[in-house]
């Protein structure tokens, strides 16, 4: 079955950079798209960047510039960087992929940005 397990999540100052891994499991992870996404407090989910099988990335606008997202085929693992931390940026974190219509997560990773 797939498994998506996040990780890296953490309190750090504005400004700050964090790391946010990814391993995945029960599918063919080279050939699929993965996808970052993030839900603040009382806000919806929203996407935060995602990248093909191919290596192709795309990113939402309050993130570009600031975000990376790769991924590593040989570990089944997809990572997110994250620098120029805004407190904005607080939310949870999820990792998705999804097949044949339906969407899987993780169970997400906190990542709070405050002085």
């Known amino acids: 079955q797939v498994e998506l397990v996040e990780s890296g999540g953490g309190l750090v100052q504005p400004g700050g950079s964090l790391r946010l891994s990814c391993a995945a499991s029960?599918?063919?992870?080279?050939?699929?798209?993965m996808g970052w996404y993030r839900q603040a407090p009382g806000k919806p989910r929203e996407l935060a960047a995602r990248i093909t099988g191919g290596g192709f990335a795309d990113y939402a606008d309050s993130v570009k510039g600031r975000f990376t997202i790769s991924r590593d085929n040989a570990k089944n693992t997809v990572y997110l960087q994250m620098s120029s931390l805004k407190p904005e940026d607080t939310a949870v974190y999820y990792c998705?992929?999804?097949?044949?219509?339906?969407?899987?997560w993780g169970k997400g990773t906190l990542v709070a940005v405050s002085s």
């Open positions: 029960g599918f063919i992870f080279r050939i699929s798209t």
């Open positions: 998705n992929t999804a097949k044949i219509g339906v969407d899987y």
